[in-house]
């Protein structure tokens, strides 16, 4: 049998303490992502929605509505989905085709509202709580691995220890 090349050599050890360590944090790592992937889709799916109103501010729309001012009357969801709007109406009548100015009322922007309204204080504390989870797992993650490593020292202490005190 051919002699292991030198280089060859060497790079299996180290492939196989990444391959240990990988077997052996494999599940805590994969939560960890996973939840830090819910976090960024709660927070992409917020700040997206924020994008699609040019006027108005969604951010606040929440802690508007929560906490009206005093000096504004008109209502907090008002702003982003106005109830009334001026139009034009044409008319046919006895001397033809008449054009007659007056305010239209937008149903659907009635219902809008409360839905995006809905929208926000679910996404809102669905961002806080996924903070809270990524925090706790990291934490969890790094004690865990903290305390393997301390279990690892201590099995190999115990076995020199245990090497060196062989009963007779």
């Not at 939840?35 to 709660?42: E, G, K, N, S, V």
């Not at 917020?46 to 006027?55: H, K, N, S, W």
Request: net charge positive; with cysteine; proline share 7%.
């Amino acid at each position: 049998m051919p002699p292991v090349p030198l280089y060859l050599a060497q790079d299996k050890p180290h492939k196989k303490v990444g391959e240990r360590w990988w077997r052996q944090y494999q599940v805590p790592v994969a939560i960890l992502l996973t939840r830090t992937l819910f976090l960024l889709i709660a927070v992409l799916q917020f700040v997206l929605t924020a994008q699609m109103f040019p006027i108005g501010n969604y951010y606040k729309l929440g802690l508007q509505w929560h906490y009206p001012s005093t000096h504004n009357y008109t209502h907090v969801g008002d702003v982003l989905f106005p109830k009334m709007a001026g139009c034009q109406v044409k008319i046919y009548g006895n001397s033809g085709l008449q054009s007659v100015s007056g305010m239209c009322s937008l149903a659907p922007n009635v219902v809008l509202q409360y839905l995006f309204l809905t929208l926000w204080w679910s996404v809102v504390p669905l961002i806080f709580l996924n903070v809270l989870n990524v925090l706790w797992t990291a934490i969890e993650f790094r004690s865990v691995s903290a305390s393997r490593v301390d279990l690892s020292t201590q099995e190999l202490a115990l076995k020199r220890l245990g090497d060196a005190y062989e009963p007779c």
